[in-house]
């Protein structure tokens, strides 16, 4: 359980593994390591659940990573993109910036993946297994390695991927 705010959690500094409860803390958690992320996000979901990600504080510290620095990269790969294709803040903000925020499908052969995960830097890492279960959350503001290991699963199943016309911006 979560026995100190999550202002008093610091990306990089390792603290141990949060077990997180309920949507409210996944939220808290996502936004806080969203904001404290310098260099590099990665969002893997089935699908971007927008109680999560279409937050304003979420969206707000994505937009300040994005146009902080042109090296920044900012990465999301899903399995199904219909509640994102929907429209949100999110959406919105990955077809204003789409230089700096890049968004995949993920490759069929990666269909029945259950996990979602959101990485920031080399050291944040939250955890969802299955991705829809909010009581079992694990959040791990310290964890390089299993930060390391999940990025580079992220890149290879990254490159196997393709773009989804859905979310594609229609101009008229």
Known sequence: MVTKGVENHQLGEPDGVLLLRGLEALQRHSCAMAAQCRRRLLLYSRRLDPRIYDQPCFVEAVK?????????????????????????????????????????????????DARSFLLADEAGVLLRNPWHDFDAVRADYGGRSQARRLAEEFERIWERSHLDPALRRLHL
Do not use: F, K
């Open 64 to 112: 300040r990573l994005a146009i902080r620095h042109p090296r920044t990269r900012i990465r999301i790969l899903v399995a199904d993109s219909s509640l994102l294709a929907r429209g949100g803040r999110l959406l919105q903000l990955i077809q204003d910036l789409p230089s700096h925020i890049a968004i995949r499908r993920r490759h069929e052969e990666y269909e029945e």
